[in-house]
């Protein structure tokens, strides 16, 4: 049995097969012939390859960053680290969140299919990630064995469908198309930026891709040089501040501090461009091959994506968004410092992949001052959620670690509360009554209360 739901885990939190599988469910169902099958369920798994593979080199890239960061302005707290704490809980709570991943899953096709919420989420590494905090959150509730996973599968069914709605009429704005969502629990600080995108908006305000570069300096219009060129002045200040001995000895393996750092940043850029080669690699498949889904089981049903795949809109923005939430982070830092709160080291990892989304987002809505303005709010977000979460999960035994995404600080202080001071009672209540107001939506005709369009395919 244990095999069994290893095995389960292991599909379902790799997004490259959970993808890939159904693109092919997809492609059966409408009647593809073999050539076209095999090849768009292969050009699925392989894009998606592409951008696990992207998304590593970035992560490689920065982990030496942060340390050389903390080196050089002398600074120590908890860094919110999602990998970190479920490898932690995974180990007495493996088999819970296995089920609860699966039934969640199920449910969340079940709520797409019966409410005007048509989100099918497929990030399954995030699946896995929010199925652990809610085992562990519904067993210290005093949920167990069935009634454990059913009810922690439906909330986390309601996540998967709720979270990719609340950000989607943004996603809309940068796409221009209704044809993915973005299936990322990051959600409510992605919405946060489209919002003060809106509000910092100027008459004249223009797009981050539209900046007007001298013209000797035209060549930083291509996104992969500037990102180099940019990173490389970043890693090398850093590297200054945090010294060479430093550096040689604990990062570098004895290579020169600066030769280290120039290499570091270079490899960041390679990570971006990768990632970016693999997202077109799979909007060109996945959209026409869930069609079929959205056919057959569930009618307008979208795709919720990883967060890369909207970085190929306005590539600036990504490097924006990022040093602007970095920028969130470290004014919330200094706050912490002041009041006397535990510190909440701004994590480099999530402050590049929720602030570049955040920063593409807000350029949608507001331009160049949305992208600064609302993925600076983002980095504001992501530190105090942590911090907020950090009593929480302190109770659960893990006061030494904290998520970082916005999504699983909303559902984590919710649900704690809920454990803490309504009990299961309080939890089943909040469940029935979410799951009921949105199935209601559809008998009331509001069915237009998240705006659909028929899916269209890439061109």
Known sequence: MDGFLKLIVDILSQPAILVALIALIGLLAQ????????KGTTKTFV???????????????????????QQAFNVSGVVPNNEAIVAIALTEYGSSTALIMFFGMVFNVFIARFTPFKYIFLTGHHTLYMACMLAVIFSVAGFTSFWLILTAGLALGLIMTLSPAIVQPFVQKVTGNNNVALGHFSAVGYAASGIVGKLVKGKNSRSTENINFPKGLGFLRDSTVSIALTMVVIYLIVALFAGPTYIEENLSDGTNYLVFSLIQAGTFAAGVFVILAGVRLVLAEIVPAFKGISQKLVPNAKPALDVPIIYTYAPNAVLIGFFSSFAGGLVSL????LTGTVMILPG???????GAAAGVIGNATGGLRGSVAGSFVNGLIISFLPLFLLPVLG?????????????????GIFFGTLANYAGQIGIVVSLVVILAVMIGLNFKGTKNVIKQEPLKEEK
Not at 396 to 402: D, E, H, M, R
């Open 31 to 38: 009647r593809k012939n073999l050539p076209d099958t095999l």
């Open 47 to 69: 894009g998606f390859l592409v951008i696990s593979a992207g998304a590593g080199i970035l992560s490689g890239a920065l982990a030496p960053f942060g340390e050389m960061f």
């Open 334 to 337: 200094l706050i912490m410092g």
């Open 348 to 354: 480099v990892v999530p402050h590049f992949f929720t």
């Open 395 to 411: 109770d659960l035994g893990f006061a030494n670690s904290t998520f970082s995404d916005t999504d699983f600080g909303v559902s």
